[in-house]
């Protein structure tokens, strides 16, 4: 919520034409050509969330200190915003109208601050369910994609087993990214909640291996949602060396827990958030890591939010640089040998080739090399018709694959390898597996559960009876549409960090977080984008006393009888939420 405009006696107010008297005599009769009309609208910010969240409404819930209703109406999109609130690259941000004013919300900062306050009031979800339905579903892999989609379609009445390859659930969120970024407890507390709605889970059961795709035929539809776990390989002489490892691998091994010892010197061959991570990880356990990356920093796939929390660790970066050779001595890495690199025109992806520099070689001493230059799916164990190639399963835009009630969502499908299109896509998938097996029509669904224009949808909407779901207005609110004169420069707050001297002795959490009393603050820089606040302009404004207040809750109400139509409450609505429209003669 923004600020208030400051009129609190009558005395106070400015000169301006504001009927204070009665207009009732005023009747407008039939000369108004336009008519204003009250129309909530798309704010960027739900748009630019991938799992659709009513970001605008939970802040609302937050500065008004209902933290833990905001929680639940996350909840309704997406079962971890525990998670996100830590990990997610969040685009919301970046779709943020005040980022063109002064400073982008902190909605990553309150998603997580709103899912701490449930975990410490020990809040259970209260989720809008359907009822229970005969027919059962299997979800491969227990990531955040298999994850979602169980706990929607368990949401809508269906029984649900997750079967998951290794002995613990959460895939890449448990076993990829670390506790100094995303403690254990909070994952489990998540997953948890999943669970106690009713999911089943079998973990060390890995199709292809401890079950075929036979054994699935028991259920009606399938999930596949399997991530990329195999690390691509280095291609260069010498990597089958002792001391070569994977940085998933490297990753795993710390995340379960297992004694690792390494090497003093490490160096770390990648720019994503695996290498990134891997070295920090490493930093943490004692090394000396050094990162190469074949570009340069602008190139880096890694989120720039983790490489600069590396290099305040003290991590060093070294740019333009590969790896050609990795050197034994008695069978164990001692050294690496490396080149430099320039910058060469744009290849496929639009990055600009890296290009080696004749006689550039130099010698590295290392005594440890970790590969984190990508992962890939393996899927040589997945039938032919699913048509599997590149390491990804096609699919259609519901989801669906070339076999029939097969579907696949996360890092297999063709989409950003990021948390929250993983969830994004589990959510996507339950609907169309949903709308599968009632046998319905599913293609008017994109239009009538959208969040704005870019392709996410609300469970919320999917769940309400059609006659229930609010009108979607076409248009999403940019700064240009906002009354700016409402509203003051206030910085954003920023999460409190750890002391970097203890940050690398341990793998304690690097971000803090908000307390209350930030939250609060935060969440009122909020301008509401295209959603009445009840912030009451129209009203005070108007000058024929015809906008009326609606009911606890409900928007305000125009007195068409009075309404002269001059347009004075459109201008003066901080937030584009009325519209003038052309009078029906
Ligand atoms: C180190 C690291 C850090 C990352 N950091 C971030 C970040 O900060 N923010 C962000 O947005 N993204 C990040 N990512 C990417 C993100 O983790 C993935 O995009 C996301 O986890 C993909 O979700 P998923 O459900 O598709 O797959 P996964 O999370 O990979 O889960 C797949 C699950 O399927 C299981 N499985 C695989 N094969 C089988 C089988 N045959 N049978 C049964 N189960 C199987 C796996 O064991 C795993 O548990 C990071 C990735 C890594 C590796
Ligand atoms: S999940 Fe990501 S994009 Fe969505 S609200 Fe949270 S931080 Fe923003
Ligand atoms: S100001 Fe508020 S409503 Fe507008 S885009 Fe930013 S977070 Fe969303
Ligand atoms: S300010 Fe009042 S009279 Fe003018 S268009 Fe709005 S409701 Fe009608």
Redesign the pocket.
Same mark, same amino acid.
């Given at each position: 919520m923004s600020k208030p405009i400051p009129l609190l006696r009558e005395g106070e107010m400015p000169y301006q034409p504001i009927s204070l008297a009665s207009m009732e005599w005023n009747k407008t009769g039939s000369w108004r050509y336009l008519r204003p009309r009250f129309e909530n609208k798309t704010p960027p910010c739900n748009e630019g969330c991938p799992a659709g969240q009513d970001i605008e409404g939970a802040l609302v819930l937050i500065g008004k200190g209902k933290f833990l209703e905001a929680w639940d109406l996350f909840k309704e999109e997406n079962p971890f915003p525990g998670v996100c609130g830590r990990?997610?690259?969040h685009p919301c941000e970046t779709s943020c109208n005040r980022g063109d004013f002064d400073e982008s919300l902190s909605i990553n900062a309150l998603e997580r601050f709103m899912a701490d306050m449930a975990l410490k009031h020990r809040r259970k979800p209260s989720l809008k369910k359907r009822e229970k339905r005969p027919e059962k579903i299997a979800v491969?892999?227990?990531?955040?994609?298999?994850l979602t989609c169980a706990y929607h379609l368990v949401r809508l009445g269906y029984g649900v087993t997750v +079967?998951?390859?290794?002995p613990v659930l959460g895939?890449?969120?448990r076993v990829?990214?670390p506790e100094y970024?995303l403690p254990k407890k909070i994952l489990g507390e998540e997953i948890d909640q999943i669970i106690e709605l009713g999911v089943r889970v079998e973990v060390n059961?890995?199709?292809?291996a401890d079950l075929s795709p036979d054994d699935l035929k028991e259920y009606e539809a399938v999930f596949l949602?399997?991530?990329?776990?195999r690390s691509r390989r280095l291609g260069i002489p010498g990597e089958e060396a002792e001391g070569v490892m994977s940085g998933?691998e490297f990753?795993q091994d710390v995340n379960l827990g297992k004694k690792v010892i390494l090497g003093k010197r490490v160096a770390v061959i990648g720019g994503g958030?695996?290498a990134i991570?891997a070295a920090r990880a490493a930093l943490r356990l004692g090394s000396k890591p050094i990162i190469l990356y074949r570009r340069t920093r602008e190139e880096m796939p890694a +989120?720039a939010s983790e490489v600069h929390e590396a290099e305040e660790e003290g991590i060093e970066i070294s740019l333009l640089t590969s790896p050609m050779r990795v050197i034994s001595q008695n069978g164990r890495v001692s050294q690496l040998e490396c080149v430099k690199n320039r910058l060469g025109p744009p290849d496929e992806d639009g990055r600009r080739r890296p290009v080696e520099i004749k006689g550039s070689n130099y010698v590295l001493e290392v005594d440890q090399v970790i590969a984190a230059i990508g992962?890939e799916a393996d899927l040589a164990f997945l039938p032919k018709k699913l048509g599997a190639e590149d390491a990804t399963v096609p699919t259609d835009e519901r989801g669906a694959t070339k076999q029939n009630g097969v579907f696949a969502?996360?890092?297999?499908i063709h989409q950003p390898?990021?948390?929250?299109h993983?969830i994004a896509s589990g959510k996507r998938a339950a609907i169309f597996i949903d709308a599968h097996l009632r046998k319905q029509k599913w293609e008017g669904l994109f239009e009538a559960l959208r969040v704005g224009q870019k392709g996410s949808l609300s469970m919320k909407r999917y769940l309400q009876e059609e006659s229930e779901r609010a009108p979607l207005s076409d248009k999403t609110v940019l700064l240009k549409d906002l009354n700016l004169d409402y509203f003051e420069y206030q910085k954003r707050l920023k999460m409190p960090k750890a002391k970097t001297s203890r940050r690398t002795g341990s793998f304690e959490e690097v971000n803090l977080g908000f307390n209350e009393d930030m939250a609060v603050e935060e969440a009122r820089r909020c301008f509401n984008c295209g959603v009445c606040n009840l912030c009451d302009n129209c009203y005070i404004f108007c000058p024929d006393v015809a906008v009326q207040k609606g009911k606890e809750g409900e928007l305000n109400l125009i007195d068409y009888d009075h309404c002269k139509g001059c347009g004075i409450c459109m201008e003066e609505c901080p937030r584009d939420v009325i519209v003038m429209e052309v009078e029906g003669r």
């Open positions: 990990v997610c690259y491969i892999g227990s990531g955040p994609a298999g +079967f998951e390859a290794l895939g890449m969120l990829g990214i970024r059961s890995r199709l292809g949602a399997l991530g990329n776990h998933v990753l958030n695996t991570d +989120f992962e969502g996360g890092d297999i390898h990021t948390v929250v993983a």
